[in-house]
């Protein structure tokens, strides 16, 4: 029986390279066409996200403005129970994640910013998570602190309905003196490539830079200042809280279009190696075949 020859073995050995380069292309081209459609989803989500929010910001910019003006009208008043502060003890944090994945950096941010508020800023103090998006609640159901889970899933359904009540527990937790502050942790949205991760005290309400400068408006107030700031008061912390929520929801979709995009390009990018290395190895097995057929022809020959 005449053994198999080496370039038997070596043709076999290409040939399976061959097949498994051929694999990886068709592998990478269904990720990209992947990448390509949740681009284009993002893309969509993010028009309507960032409508949203740049509506929302003018509202929210000028009412805060007023309410810090007009709790200044009056100084040394007490009637403010949202603005009083306390010493810090027990601090409720609310980390603003997404649901999904695949969004570069989005989530992890958050969580290092939350992660390191606690450790530097509140350290000593007696931490609560109040997680909004999966992301974040799956991190820390898994971590020591207490966990508020009950709105975690705020982006099911995200209506100003919704996010009320959780503001409303927070605000509520601190009147009552559950915690002695609240912290928002969120992607502040900037552009589609930008997102600016915000560690932005919600309680108790911080003085605006008109208050701090000693600057303020007059009002006429009808019926009464009490009325104002009782009717005023929750909406602007119900509208900030609100306001984060959606900043979050814009950068989302952002990071998750960016994401997707380079994805996309470094699909391209890996397309273009595999099927290089596809032609090379495909030409090898052709010279392969052909030193063998010469070889054959010969060793026919000198018969």
Do not use: W
Request: glycine share 4%.
């Amino acid at each position: 029986m005449r053994a198999t020859s080496p370039d038997f073995y070596k043709y076999n050995s290409l040939m399976a390279n061959l097949k498994e380069v051929k694999q990886r292309i068709n592998s990478v081209i269904s990720t990209q066409q992947i990448t390509k459609a949740m681009k284009m989803v993002s893309a969509a989500k993010l028009r309507r996200a960032q409508d949203k929010i740049i509506q929302m910001r003018p509202f929210s910019q000028k009412l805060t403005t007023i309410l810090n003006n007009v709790s200044a009208a009056s100084e040394g008043s007490t009637d403010l129970v949202y603005a009083e502060k306390r010493e810090v003890k027990k601090v409720l944090l609310v980390p603003v994640t997404s649901d999904k994945g695949l969004c570069g950096a989005f989530n992890t941010n958050v969580i290092k910013a939350t992660n390191l508020a606690i450790r530097e800023q509140f350290a000593g103090a007696e931490a609560t998570i109040l997680p909004i998006g999966k992301k974040s609640f799956e991190y820390y159901k898994k971590s020591k602190y207490a966990v508020v889970d009950q709105y975690s899933t705020l982006f099911h359904e995200l209506t100003f309905e919704n996010v009320r009540e959780a503001a409303n527990y927070a605000m509520e937790a601190f009147v009552d003196g559950e915690f002695d502050q609240v912290v928002l942790v969120f992607n502040e949205f900037k552009n589609v490539a930008t997102q600016i991760v915000r560690t932005e005290q919600f309680l108790p309400m911080s003085p605006t830079e008109a208050e701090a400068t000693g600057t303020e408006t007059d009002y006429i107030l009808e019926p009464s200042r009490e009325f104002i700031i009782e009717e005023l008061v929750p909406k602007a912390l119900r509208t900030q809280f609100f306001k984060a929520v959606l900043e979050s929801n814009a950068s989302e979709h952002g990071a998750r279009m960016t994401a997707m995009d380079k994805a996309t390009e470094n699909a391209g990018d890996l397309l273009k190696e595999l099927k290089l290395m596809y032609n090379r190895t495909r030409q090898a097995a052709i010279t392969n075949e052909i030193l063998e057929i010469v070889a054959g022809a010969e060793a026919l020959g000198g018969k």
